[in-house]
Structure formats: structure tokens, C-alpha cells
């Protein structure tokens, strides 16, 4: 399963995520801070 994470969630969380196996991306690392909701559920339908 994959995960993007909003900006609002800690560096923690993508730690945890991706010591347990998961494919996470993050907003802030994509570069797309301060995206609109509706923008980035386009982004992850792709």
C-alpha cells in the first residue's frame, strides 16, 4: 500500500511507516506544500 502524507504530519510517522514496509511519499518531499486538498487527491489518483 502507498501513503502520501500531508505536510502536517511529523517526520515520525514516515519513519514508522517505512520501518513497518510501506511506500510513503510525503507532500513537503514532492514539493507540492501548501497544494490544494482537491489538487493533490488528482495527484494521487495518477
Do not use: H
Amino acid at each position: 500500500m502507498m501513503f502520501k502524507l500531508d505536510e502536517n504530519l511529523g517526520g515520525s510517522i514516515v519513519s514508522l511507516l517505512r520501518l513497518a514496509g510501506y511506500d510513503v511519499a510525503t507532500v513537503v518531499g514532492q514539493q507540492l506544500s501548501s497544494t490544494p486538498d482537491e489538487e493533490l487527491i488528482e495527484i494521487c489518483r495518477w
